[in-house]
């Protein structure tokens, strides 16, 4: 398998990541969407080895990383739409547990004086 073949299949298994991941979004699964999104980060850090040091690739190729390039930006931007409801839950929920907590502290070391 040349470099260039080896890195289009690291784009494919990251374009097949991000897949999942955009189910696991829609699904509410996010330990599996952890998981998913931790081994395209390893499978992205490979690929940022292999990718700077290729050497002048042909217009196919370009034209398939383009294409893999733009379904993992368009599953990212999918996978946002299901995450960032969440994340604004959970910032909320924090907020409240943080507010709840240093109320408690005020008022148990108010009690003490």
Do not use: H
């Amino acid at each position: 398998m040349s470099a260039y073949e080896q890195i289009l299949d690291t784009y494919g298994s990251i374009a097949v990541k991000s897949g999942q991941m955009l189910d696991a979004a829609k699904n509410s699964d996010w330990v599996r969407l952890i998981a998913l999104e931790q081994d395209c980060r390893a499978l992205a850090a490979t690929l940022k080895r292999a990718d700077d040091g290729a050497a002048r690739p042909d217009a196919a190729y370009l034209q398939r990383k383009a294409e893999l390039i733009r379904k993992v930006l368009a599953d990212d931007a999918a996978i946002r739409q299901f995450t960032e409801p969440w994340m604004s839950q959970l910032a909320a929920y924090l907020g409240n547990a943080r507010q709840e907590y240093r109320l408690r502290q005020a008022y148990e070391s108010d009690g003490a004086s």
